[in-house]
């Protein structure tokens, strides 16, 4: 019965959000990848919606409810039957009655899980902009395809079907994104560290003396260069983001000048590596919104890059492998080895990081292994101490974010800094709790 009525609430919303498109006729950036692609969205946010009326998904509505919803009106959470009535009523009035503060823009999130899904997103909203970031050799939800090629030709449906006026946003640096380029009628715009993006960062340097930490870069275009800083954050995938945050930005002719002020209100969005005060004088670099072994990769090689007199790292299970899991974990441990004083695990795939790690030269005493959230957050507020450097990630179903909470120096500020803080999320259990 619940999957009945499901099924027809996404039949009616999508019917509702192609009749709201096809009254306001907005510009559509899609936006698809693995790693980086709501820290991209929010950078694409702030570089446009200084020049016109924009709107970007909210949270993680990249499905085929969460995308009419976006459509239908800026809505920050969902559920409950009130919430539905409210959202049907809401887009029936603005079909009848044109509201005139509807956005110019919008800025969609494809997620993709299953194969056929960016055909149903695609029937919804074909976008005039398609924005694509990283995809890894073991990309998220590659169990669910054949294997990761077919993941691969998935997503690359999104500039597949740009039409040959729109633009394709690619990275450059990742090979997967870059191939794309051949498969688009649309003017491609590239972006990353290689000398042949059309949008090349140069120069990212780490400032973890500075209030807040940041991270600064140049961005260049035809010769010209901008520098770029932002807050609260670490990592070369913020610079990604800022750089596709660009080549968007150049796509409406809004200048570089113009465009690195409008950089400057980007913040990272909570749980992609955003640095947060911890207890006892450490720091946490908190990347727990989810996990993939490309995102564990940037997480650890972002790790790497700070000074710190001790490491720590919090790693929970990435969910969603396949066949590959096992592999993927292993690898994780190998890495991890000789970057980190402390290793904690959480989780039964966890394990085999601990396990690699071990094998690796980590040495028995520094490897905790945890059976549940609490007891990894329990055990890690034990150990810290001032100067310490901890990276804590873990795929979405871990709940990494509530280890976060337990060491942070000021937990008031967990609504604002924390993922998932929502009262439906709050109440859910994860795999470990």
Not at 59 to 85: C, M, R, S, Y
Not at 309 to 323: F, Q, S, T, Y
Not at 336 to 362: D, Q, S, Y
Request: proline share 4%; hydrophobic share 40%; net charge positive.
């Amino acid at each position: 019965m619940k999957s009945h009525i499901l099924s027809l609430l996404e039949k009616l919303l999508k019917i509702l959000a192609r009749l709201t498109l096809k009254r306001y006729k907005p510009g559509i950036i899609g936006i698809t990848g693995n790693v980086g692609k709501t820290s991209a969205k929010e950078a694409i946010r702030v570089v446009l919606e200084r020049e016109r009326r924009v709107r970007s998904a909210s949270k993680n509505f990249n499905n085929e409810i969460g995308l009419p919803l976006t459509i239908l009106g800026d809505w920050q959470d969902a559920g409950g039957i009130f919430f539905w009535v409210r959202v049907v009523a809401g887009a029936v009035w603005n079909l009848v009655q044109k509201n005139p503060s509807y956005p110019e823009l919008l800025i969609l999130e494809y997620g993709i899980d299953h194969p056929g899904d960016m055909k149903r997103l695609l029937e919804i909203a074909r976008p005039n902009i398609g924005v694509v970031t990283p995809i890894g050799e073991i990309p998220v939800h590659v169990e669910f395809f054949a294997g990761r090629e077919g993941l691969i030709r998935e997503k690359t449906r999104l500039v597949k079907d740009l039409p040959a006026t729109g633009f394709a946003i690619l990275n450059a640096d990742n090979e997967a994104s870059r191939n794309m380029k051949g498969e688009t009628r649309a003017h491609a715009i590239t972006y990353g560290w290689s000398e042949s993006a059309d949008i090349r960062i140069r120069s990212m340097e780490t400032r973890m003396d500075a209030t807040p930490p940041c991270i600064t870069c140049k961005l260049e275009y035809n010769g010209s260069f901008v520098p770029v800083r932002i807050e609260e954050a670490v990592g070369r995938v913020h610079a990604y983001a800022a750089a596709a945050g660009a080549a968007v930005g150049i796509s409406f002719g809004i200048n570089l000048v113009k465009i690195s002020e409008n950089l400057s209100y980007y913040k990272s969005p909570p749980g992609r590596l955003k640095i947060i005060e911890g207890r006892e004088g450490s720091r946490i670099i908190d990347d727990t919104y989810n996990s993939s072994p490309l995102a564990f990769e940037e997480a650890l090689d972002t790790m790497r890059g700070i000074k710190a007199r001790r490491k720590i790292a919090v790693l929970g299970d990435m969910l969603e492998l396949g066949r590959h899991s096992i592999e993927a974990h292993e690898n994780a441990g190998k890495m991890v080895a000789g970057e980190v004083k402390i290793l904690i695990t959480v989780g039964a795939r966890a394990k085999f990081i601990a396990e690699a790690a071990r094998n690796a030269g980590l040495s028995e005493k520094s490897i905790i292994v945890s059976k549940t959230v609490g007891e990894a957050g329990a055990a890690l507020k034990k150990i810290l101490r001032p100067g310490d450097l901890v990276l804590i990630k873990g795929s979405q179903g871990v709940r990494m974010e509530r280890i976060v909470y337990e060491v942070m120096a000021n937990p008031d500020k967990a609504k604002k800094l924390l993922v998932r803080q929502e009262e439906r999320w709050l109440e859910k259990p994860g795999l470990y709790d």
